[in-house]
T-cell receptor, first 111, second 115 residues
Framework: RKEVEQDPGPFNVPEGATVAFNCTYSNSASQSFFWYRQDCRKEPKLLMSVYSSGNEDGRFTAQLNRASQYISLLIRDSKLSDSATYLC????????????FGKGTTLSVSS | NAGVTQTPKFRVLKTGQSMTLLCAQD?????MYWYRQDPGMGLRLIHYSVGEGTTAKGEVPDGYNVSRLKKQNFLLGLESAAPSQTSVYFC??????????????FGPGTRLTVL
């Protein structure tokens, strides 16, 4: 079983739509959780960290459910510039371990 | 402040050739990583380093070697390239090293094709 699994996508939505991405992780030793954004043929960049209490950054809201080992990302009022691949990422508890990436979900926002 | 840079950006090799990919960071980060990204596979860790002079294996280390002789540089070597190593290679660095939500910063990637 893949350690981090995401919605298969792709998601095609009109501008202004609300879209939600889901992600599950299998390792209960996962300590930190993130959403990264990757534009076509570019490097991944941190979008936001995900905290147990849930957190919001403008139009983006991230939620974490440790009991269900489930992470979500909600994007409100989608913009054309939101078109990208969104990567669900976890980090294990051990110091120095690298990030474990999901395969990503592609979002395409159209006018 | 250039962040994380990678050299070269593109390379085409023939099977059996060797090459070295260079990653450099100017953020004084302790940890550095090499990932590969293949279609439908997501990013996978090849090797990583927790400090100058140290390296460790990641998820897919076979066919690669690494060195961290200087804190700011992390080299990835392919001794005898194979077509299966055709991929996009990303380097990343982070600080602080121990737990927490330390952000990893990625370089722009190296696109390698092995014929």
């Amino acid at each position: 079983r893949k350690e981090v699994e995401q919605d298969p996508g792709p998601f095609n939505v009109p501008e202004g739509a609300t879209v939600a991405f889901n992600c599950t992780y299998s390792n209960s030793a996962s300590q930190s959780f993130f959403w990264y954004r990757q534009d076509c043929r570019k490097e991944p960049k941190l979008l936001m960290s995900v905290y147990s209490s849930g957190n919001e950054d403008g139009r983006f809201t991230a939620q974490l459910n440790r009991a269900s080992q489930y992470i979500s990302l909600l994007i409100r009022d989608s913009k054309l510039s939101d078109s990208a691949t969104y990567l669900c990422v976890v980090k294990l508890r051990q110091a120095g371990t690298a990030l474990i990436f999901g395969k990503g979900t592609t979002l395409s926002v159209s006018s | 402040n250039a962040g994380v840079t990678q050299t070269p950006k593109f390379r085409v090799l023939k099977t059996g050739q060797s090459m070295t990919l260079l990653c450099a960071q100017d953020m004084n980060h302790e940890y550095m990583y090499w990932y590969r990204q293949d279609p439908g596979m997501g990013l996978r860790l090849i090797h990583y380093s927790v400090g100058e002079g140290t390296t460790a294996k990641g998820e897919v280390p076979d066919g690669y070697n690494v060195s961290r002789l200087k804190k700011q540089n992390f080299l990835l070597g392919l001794e005898s390239a194979a077509p299966s190593q055709t991929s996009v290679y990303f380097c990343a660095s982070s600080y602080p090293p121990a737990g927490g939500t330390d952000t990893q910063y990625f370089g722009p990637g190296t696109r390698l094709t092995v014929l």
